[in-house]
T-cell receptor
Framework: KQEVTQIPAALSVPEGENLVLNCSFT??????LQWFRQDPGKGLTSLLL?????REQTSGRLNASLDKSSGRSTLYIAASQPGDSATYLC????????????FGKGTKLTVNP | DAGVTQSPTHLIKTRGQQVTLRCSPK?????VSWYQQALGQGPQFIFQ???????QRGNFPDRFSGHQFPNYSSELNVNALLLGDSALYLC?????????????????FGNGTRLTVT
């Protein structure tokens, strides 16, 4: 059974700092890994999707890496801003013909002005 | 182009009652998945509908059932509500599984329905 773990559970940083969020998964047989952002009481917004054959993806100040063999991914946020404050969720799509996502519990990020 | 829309946004029900939640997928998507997100937890997969049939199911009891209509919209029904069913229910849509691009396309989520069972 696929399990996804995110560390840390919460993170508070001053504005402008670069930061890294961590995600690990137990079964390396994945199709892809996605990072989502969730604002309080809202749905999920997809930030980056990394296919299993890829090593990283970049979008603006965000960079996500994937090491499938070790079951790890990181989300790097450069020059953090208060507007980045949200919960960041990592999820994997397991192989087997399903689009079911298995999520971690998320990292709650607070960027202080 | 409308994204995934869910209704209602909030709902309060009493233990033992039944509830129906609704979802319209993003334009061009015909696969709908439902997730339950308890407070402080990541979303958990309930089931997925494609071509009006349930294709995959997570570890949820039969009290949770669904339906997909010919226009690809979907309903989630929960019978005999328990206090533990209180959660944010999220709908996500995606293109067909057999399209080459399906595993390269991120899921699109709605804003969810907040269900409170008292």
């Amino acid at each position: 059974k696929q399990e996804v773990t995110q560390i840390p559970a919460a993170l508070s940083v001053p504005e402008g700092e670069n930061l890294v969020l961590n995600c690990s998964f137990t079964d390396s047989a994945i199709y892809n890994l996605q990072w989502f952002r969730q604002d309080p009481g809202k749905g999920l917004t997809s930030l980056l999707l990394i296919q299993s054959s890829q090593r990283e993806q970049t979008s603006g100040r965000l960079n996500a890496s994937l090491d499938k063999s070790s079951g790890r991914s990181t989300l790097y946020i450069a020059a953090s801003q208060p507007g980045d404050s949200a919960t960041y969720l990592c999820a994997v799509t397991t192989q087997g013909g399903s689009e079911k996502l298995v999520f971690g519990k998320g990292t709650k990020l607070t960027v202080n002005p | 182009d409308a994204g995934v829309t869910q209704s209602p946004t909030h709902l309060i029900k009493t233990r033992g009652q039944q509830v129906t939640l609704r979802c319209s997928p993003k334009s061009g998507h015909d696969t709908v998945s439902w997730y339950q997100q308890a407070l402080g937890q990541g979303p958990q997969f309930i089931f997925q509908y494609y071509e009006e049939e349930e294709r995959q199911r997570g570890n949820f009891p039969d009290r949770f059932s669904g339906h997909q209509f010919p226009n690809y919209s979907s309903e989630l029904n929960v019978n005999a509500l328990l206090l533990g069913d209180s959660a944010l229910y999220l709908c996500a849509s995606s293109p067909r599984e057999d399209q080459a691009s399906s595993y390269n396309s991120p899921l699109h989520f709605g804003n969810g329905t907040r269900l409170t069972v008292t």
